[in-house]
């Protein structure tokens, strides 16, 4: 069994042999769920872009990276003016 001590700011340092079997890396975050009187704890991996490609199907086509870019500067317009441009 492992141990941690908690500071006065409610911070603990999660053991290595812990650490190392759960794969927690520098910057990862960890969720902690309650039951009865102990915590579970379980890593979040963070995830590339790319991991979810392909997870929804496409409505329409991809119309090209320019013409997305000109979709996305005509909103901003739109909401900073406040009213919708040609």
Known sequence: MQQ???T???QITIPKAVREALDI??????????????AVVKPLKKKALLDFHGAFPARRPYPGLETVR???HHK??????????P
């Not at 990862?28 to 309650?34: A, G, I, K, P």
């Not at 901003?76 to 441009?85: L, M, Q, S, T, Y």
């Open 76 to 85: 901003i317009a739109e909401r900073i003016d406040g009213r919708k441009k």
């Open 4 to 6: 941690a001590k908690v």
């Open 8 to 10: 006065f700011k409610g």
């Open 70 to 72: 000109k979709e996305v």
């Open 25 to 38: 890396q520098a910057g990862d975050s960890v969720t902690f769920r309650l039951e009865e009187n102990h």
